[in-house]
């Protein structure tokens, strides 16, 4: 808006009938002998006289076809039932416009008449259009938020949540304004270490839009922060204007981090809280929602932990009920008495061999006591080199006794777990073997004498069971060890 004051409907002035006493020399008389007026001449006189007499006017019409040519200069008109009045805007004036001029739309232009000499034509040049009965600034929100909830920038399925404990925070806002204060406050009370940068900019004005913008691309590109906050105090809608501008808001919704926006008041929503992923309704609330209190973590500590505690204990249980189920089983049903039986006899051989161990010195020394008074009673020292070798031969004997008698026990304790081992169900059944049961039957099968096409079957592998149904039964004659002919039946 220009800082000239328009005239008013009432100021207007009307055209006396004085004004046009000049009217012999402005459109003549007639007749011959008087001088005559060229076309530029009395062109430049009528657009004086539209200065003098209309030096600006309020016009209320409702807007024709808008175009805007390569120039920039934008050509309509504003009409009524009555009338139509053909109108210009130079661009210049375009471009300070706060909202897009769409055909129909019911405007307050202000003015002045102009009749153009190359064409001929009387246009009405604007240089102020405001919608009639809405502000601009209402209007272009609107229009904005219109054009971009289409494209899918306010989408709720866009929104991400917010980290839980930031380590580094983001600041978007004036460095003066109480925004910075309110924000700073919160976050000293509930997390006096919290890292904040902050990032001042212009909050109102021309060049805000730019600086906030640009504030959280560099954010965003640098991913200097876990969360940004963009902020402001209250304000009039001119003072949030800026919050409002498409530049913002788009580089609000395309930040790779995490947003809040905290503009104006609870009542005040801007185009930059509709893009942002937490709308918060004051700067001091948009930190509390950045970080929580600590008890509020512990909390959610131990809630974690009894919850851990509880699916520990629940699986626990079915792991105890998996365990008896198989110990019901038919298939492990005589396991138990062959493990305690082999376990009896891995036992015995185990105290044989400890007992063989610990008698063999006895053992030796009696032996060696033996030959040495053998060895005392020979006759003549002649002989004592030849008793002494036969001693040494009869200790190597027993050292080599001894460890044959450790090797086969070893032996017989090594082919006793062999055996236990080999009776091991599940290792049967991890070589690709299986064990099959007719329906819930808890004995296993061997014969399939007595089953029939259709029946149920349960199959127990090494991993888990499968459920089957009988197709058809073969029976083998086993013959010298051999398969002999197969016998089917259907």
């Known amino acids: 808006m220009s800082a ?11 055209v006396k009938a004085s004004s046009f006493a000049e009217s012999g020399s402005l459109f003549g008389e007639g007749g011959a002998g008087r001088e005559a007026l060229t076309v530029s001449a009395f062109v430049a006189r009528l657009n004086a006289a539209f200065r003098s007499s209309f030096p600006g006017s309020w016009v209320k019409g409702e807007a024709g076809e808008w175009r805007v040519w390569s120039s920039g200069h934008a050509y309509f ?126 909050v109102q004005g021309a060049g805000a839009p730019a600086e906030i913008a640009r504030a959280v691309r560099s954010f965003s590109d640098r991913l200097a922060a876990d969360v940004v906050i963009v902020a402001r105090g209250g304000g009039s809608k001119e003072d949030l204007a800026a919050f409002n501008d498409e530049e913002v808001v788009r580089a609000v919704a395309a930040s790779s981090i995490p947003t809040i926006s905290a503009v104006g008041h609870e009542v005040d929503v801007t185009l930059t809280d509709l893009a942002a992923d937490v709308r918060a309704a004051t700067p001091s609330q948009a930190a509390e929602l950045v970080v929580g209190r600590r008890e509020e973590l512990e909390r959610l500590f131990v809630t974690a932990e009894r919850r851990l505690q509880t699916g520990i204990r629940t699986r626990l249980g079915e792991a105890g009920a998996e365990l008896s189920s198989l110990a019901a089983s038919g298939a492990f049903a005589g396991f138990p008495a062959v493990l305690a ?150």
């Open 77 to 202: 008109s504003l009409k009524d039932d009555a009338a139509t009045l053909p109108a210009v805007m130079w661009a210049d004036d375009v471009r300070r416009l706060k909202f897009r001029v769409e055909a129909g739309m019911e405007l307050l232009a202000f003015g002045r008449p102009n009749f153009y000499p190359p064409s001929g034509k009387l246009s009405f040049v604007v240089s102020q259009l405001e919608p009639a009965g809405v502000g601009a600034l209402q209007v272009a929100f609107e229009q904005l938020k219109a054009k971009l909830q289409a494209e899918g920038l306010f989408a709720v399925e866009r929104k991400r949540p917010l980290p839980l404990l930031p380590a580094r925070i983001g600041l978007v806002t004036s460095r003066h304004g109480a925004a910075v204060r309110d924000v700073l406050k919160v976050l000293s009370l509930r997390f006096p270490n919290a890292h904040v940068t902050i990032y001042p900019v212009a």
């Open 341 to 490: 039986r082999r376990r009896l006899e891995a036992d015995g051989a185990a105290r044989r061999l400890t007992s063989a161990v610990r008698q063999l010195p006895a053992v030796l020394g009696e032996r060696l006591g033996h030959f040495e008074g053998r060895l005392l009673g020979w006759p003549g020292r002649a002989a004592l080199g030849f008793r002494r070798e036969s001693a040494f031969r009869e200790e190597r004997h027993l050292v080599d006794r001894m460890r044959e008698v450790t090797t086969r026990a070893g032996e017989r304790l090594g082919l006793a777990a062999g055996r236990l081992s080999a009776l091991d169900p599940l290792k049967i059944l991890s070589r690709g073997y299986a064990v099959a049961y007719k329906g819930s039957d808890p004995v296993p099968l061997t014969d399939p004498a007595g089953l029939a096409p259709g029946d149920p079957l349960r199959v127990r592998l090494a991993h888990g069971e499968v459920d089957a149904t009988i197709v058809a039964t073969r029976n083998f004659e086993y013959e010298g060890g051999r398969r002999g002919d197969e016998t089917e039946e259907p």
């Open 4 to 14: 000239r004051r328009p005239p008013s409907w009432s100021s207007f002035r009307k």
